[in-house]
């Protein structure tokens, strides 16, 4: 195990649903024709908000359980091998399997192969965004395997055929007649008459999966939390399903992040204060279980963790990067972000949507193959305000941005229309004529402004007024200005 987490940084080669399909520009203007979607978007994510702050405003000491969160993530990063070791070494006195895996190409296989050893084809799944990430649900459908998601939000997304579009609630693109048209069209027992009424659809979700419940042999879960002390693992949600698929199936196979391993319960004490509050926004989520390795005669019988890199370690090996492992996964980033706000998660193309999205998803699959993400930003700071971790996500942004630029240069790659316009600015700067020929040429832009504003210049600058006006240039440059009021420059 040391030798996985001391090698080099690895590049993954399989990196499930982390690539995005198209840049991040080119999707946002599609989203952003969507009104429905903008509709959908604004309700749920100002409702969570309103949520989350009136729980959080409750807490007198709300900044130092971030700072404690925050200090917790940053000191076992640091130890990270330290802690999967104890984890490991708990795991297997208290009965129970652990497997490492590199890559999404490799838990699948691991997954795979232990689904097939106790002969069953379909398995119940926790909501888990490792899972998605390394794209388990389609591996186990090229082997034979069906796999029924039973949180609700993902049992809409599979049913509609469709990609998660938030991290806690993946379906929340969807109003309730989207879902109720998405029941009736793929759910073989489904009243014909059923309403768009939240209860009426909870209690077809219910009937549908109870039945799943109680035949399956294999449940599939994700993690929270890894407390490496004891071996314990744990996981939150809502609706009970969790708990399902935790006790009924006779074998229990969790497949975790590296990244979500800590070293005591004192540490989940801090975290269990600040997940629910700033992901559902609630003071305690409604279920919480934890198990460790199995019990003789309770629960599940068979476990096995898989304990999954897929990118993580080369984020760790960026200790400007790092940082973006501390996120629990709450989703608050997402909720308060003025950009995911407007486009949803789809166009950023990534299993991770919203700001962690942007600066996780570059990290893990390298930054060429999510290069638009860390763009998707107005720096406005609002993420790094409402993380429970107090990860600083424009930081992160910047950091990402600049490591792009910097290894397209360092590939050569033909250089970009930005590129270009700042050479020539410098080229231009750099000399007092040339900047005072500049300006006098720039004044040109008078005789096709209007009410002081210019609304479509030539190519390239059209690129800056398709979307906004520029403004009307000075009458007088600052140097004519000066000389004018002061007298000669010297
Ligand atoms: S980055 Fe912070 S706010 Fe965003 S999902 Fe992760 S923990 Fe939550």
């Known amino acids: 195990m040391s030798a996985f987490l001391g ?39 100002t409702t969570i908000r309103a949520k989350r702050a009136s729980v959080v405003a ?70 888990s965004m490792v899972t998605d990430e390394i794209g388990l649900n389609g591996a186990l459908a090229a082997a034979g395997i069906a796999a029924y998601e039973t949180d609700l939000a993902e049992l809409i997304v599979q049913l509609g055929h469709d990609r998660p579009s938030h991290i806690l609630v993946p379906a929340i693109h969807r109003n309730r007649a ?37 035949t399956a042999t294999v449940g599939i879960s994700g993690v929270n939390f890894a407390i490496a ?47 629910p509050r700033s992901s559902t926004g609630e003071r305690m989520n409604p279920y919480t279980s934890m198990w460790t390795g199995v019990t003789p005669g309770d629960g599940p019988q068979t476990f096995h963790l898989i304990l999954v890199d897929n990118g993580r370690t080369a984020a760790l090996a960026d200790p400007a990067g790092r940082p973006a492992l501390h ?29 962690i999205g942007a600066v996780l998803s570059p990290q893990l699959t390298g930054i060429e193959e999510n290069a638009s993400l860390p763009y998707a930003s107005s720096l406005c700071g609002a993420c790094y305000d409402a993380c429970p971790v107090k990860t600083n996500i424009p930081e992160l942004l ?7 630029v910097e290894e397209a240069r360092a590939a050569k790659r033909v250089p970009s229309a930005e590129a270009i316009t700042m050479a020539a600015a410098s080229w231009v700067m750099s000399s ?52 004018a009021e002061r007298g000669d420059l010297r």
């Open 7 to 45: 090698m080099p940084a690895y590049a993954p080669r399989g990196v499930g649903h982390l690539r995005g399909d198209e840049p991040f520009p080119a999707a946002a203007r599609h989203a952003l024709g969507d009104a429905q979607l903008r509709r959908n978007l604004t309700k749920a994510t």
């Open 58 to 127: 409750e807490l007198p000491d709300w900044e130092e359980l971030r700072a404690a969160g925050h200090s917790i993530k940053t000191a076992t990063l640091r130890d990270l091998d330290q802690h999967l070791e104890r984890l490991e070494s708990e795991v297997t006195a208290n009965g129970g399997v652990v497997h490492w895996a590199r890559d999404a190409g490799d838990a699948n296989a691991i997954v795979t192969r232990l689904v097939r050893a106790t002969g069953a084809t379909e398995v119940v799944k926790i909501k």
């Open 327 to 355: 996120c629990i996964r709450c989703s608050a980033c997402l909720n308060v972000c003025p950009v995911y706000e407007r486009t949803g998660g789809h166009a950023y193309g990534s299993v991770y949507p919203g700001p």
């Open 229 to 275: 002390e004891t071996g314990t693992l744990c996981v939150l949600e809502s609706e009970g399903n969790g708990r399902m698929c935790l006790t009924l199936p006779q074998t229990l196979i969790t497949v975790m992040g590296i990244e979500k391993v800590i070293p005591t319960w004192a540490d989940l004490g801090v975290f269990l204060q600040l997940l």
């Open 398 to 404: 910047v950091h990402l941005r600049a490591r792009h």
């Open 432 to 483: 007092p004529g040339r900047f005072r020929a500049a300006q006098r040429a720039g004044r040109a832009g008078r005789l096709v402004s209007r009410a002081g504003r210019i609304g479509s210049l030539p190519p390239p600058l059209a690129a800056w007024t398709r979307t906004r006006d520029a403004p009307e240039p000075p009458r007088q440059t600052f140097r004519q200005w000066w000389r």
């Open 178 to 214: 989207e879902i109720r048209d998405i029941f009736l069209r793929e759910m073989p027992d489904v009243e014909p008459g059923l309403t768009d009424e939240p209860a009426a659809l909870a209690e077809a979700a219910r009937r549908h999966l109870r039945r799943k419940f109680l």
